[in-house]
């Protein structure tokens, strides 16, 4: 299976012309899943509500998931995005995953991170994995990789493949998602932005650095902090279904769920 994600720098509330950046840089490769970043079509910093209304958009009747479902139809990709989500009023730091039979799976972020918490609300779906070509592919979004449960959920669910549409900030998150997929025996794809934001007394340097990591902690593709780039890895999903670490470990029927309760100890 061939997947990869695609390193952009969206420019702020231009909405079309991102779109239309994701899309030329979707056809200039043959895949079978990309990830793009989140929010790849609004850029990321938002300086009060009234810009999250005028951005959001519905899923999955808004313009760019429909626009996502035709270049998903016309190049045969699976495609996984972030968007900013209008669900009657209430917003959602969203991503989306798009089939070329034109089905939507919808995931609202879990944890939000500094001021998105101003504008969106905690999402609501829970982690959810989601079959395509047999695969099973589970999405998270940028800051839910601080949060170990976040990738166990999704391996606990059947995830072969993590799809991590991210706007990472902190430094830390590359070096974390190789122990993330080493410690779940997953594959990891994480498609961040490039460049900066200053808005409304804002300002933002994204570290690029998307990266495809396999079960083994191999980097199996990357790029650098600037680059706009598409890369592609070719795997075999069912390696993500090996779960022993020697013939006696199992990395998910080992875990010892009685054992990890958070009651503290005050002595005898
Ligand atoms: C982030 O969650 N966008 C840092």
């Known amino acids: 299976m061939k997947v990869g994600f695609i390193q952009m720098t969206p420019e702020f509330g231009q909405v079309n012309a991102n779109i239309k950046m994701a899309e030329k840089m979707i056809r200039t490769t043959s895949a079978d899943l990309l990830v793009l970043p989140e929010f790849f079509n609004t850029g990321y910093l938002?300086?009060?509500?009234?810009?999250?209304?005028e951005l959001a958009e519905c899923v999955p009747d808004g313009h760019t998931t429909t626009q996502l479902c035709r270049i998903s139809h016309e190049t045969e990709t699976a495609l996984v995005a972030g968007l900013a989500e209008n669900a009657n009023g209430t917003y959602y730091n969203s991503?989306?995953?798009?089939?070329?039979?034109?089905?939507?799976?919808?995931?609202?972020?879990?944890?939000?991170?500094?001021?998105?918490?101003?504008?969106?609300?905690?999402?609501?779906?829970?982690?959810?994995v989601f079959e395509y070509l047999e695969t099973k592919i589970g999405i998270m979004i940028c800051f839910d990789w601080f949060f170990p449960e976040s990738?166990?959920?999704?391996?606990?669910?059947?995830?072969?493949?993590?799809?991590?549409?991210?706007?990472?900030?902190?430094?830390?998150?590359?070096?974390?998602?190789?122990?993330?997929?080493?410690?779940?025996?997953?594959?990891?794809?994480?498609a961040n932005r490039s460049g900066s934001e200053t808005r409304g007394g804002h300002h933002l340097d994204f570290i690029g650095n998307s990266r495809i990591i396999s079960p083994e902690s191999n980097i199996l593709g990357q790029c650098d902090k600037e680059d706009h780039c598409c890369i592609i890895a070719d795997i075999d999903p069912s390696k993500a279904d090996q779960k022993n670490?020697?013939?006696?470990?199992?990395?998910?029927?080992?875990?010892?769920?009685?054992m990890y309760h958070t009651d503290l100890c005050h002595g005898s």
């Open 95 to 128: 991503a989306i995953m798009v089939t070329p039979d034109y089905l939507v799976h919808l995931y609202r972020k879990t944890h939000l991170f500094d001021r998105e918490k101003l504008f969106f609300q905690p999402g609501n779906t829970g982690f959810k």
């Open 151 to 190: 990738v166990r959920s999704l391996a606990l669910s059947g995830a072969q493949i993590i799809a991590h549409p991210s706007n990472l900030v902190l430094p830390h998150c590359p070096r974390a998602m190789i122990t993330r997929c080493l410690e779940n025996r997953v594959f990891g794809i994480t």
């Open 245 to 258: 670490v020697t013939g006696r470990n199992h990395i998910l029927s080992d875990r010892r769920p009685e």
């Open 46 to 53: 938002f300086s009060d509500l009234q810009e999250v209304r």
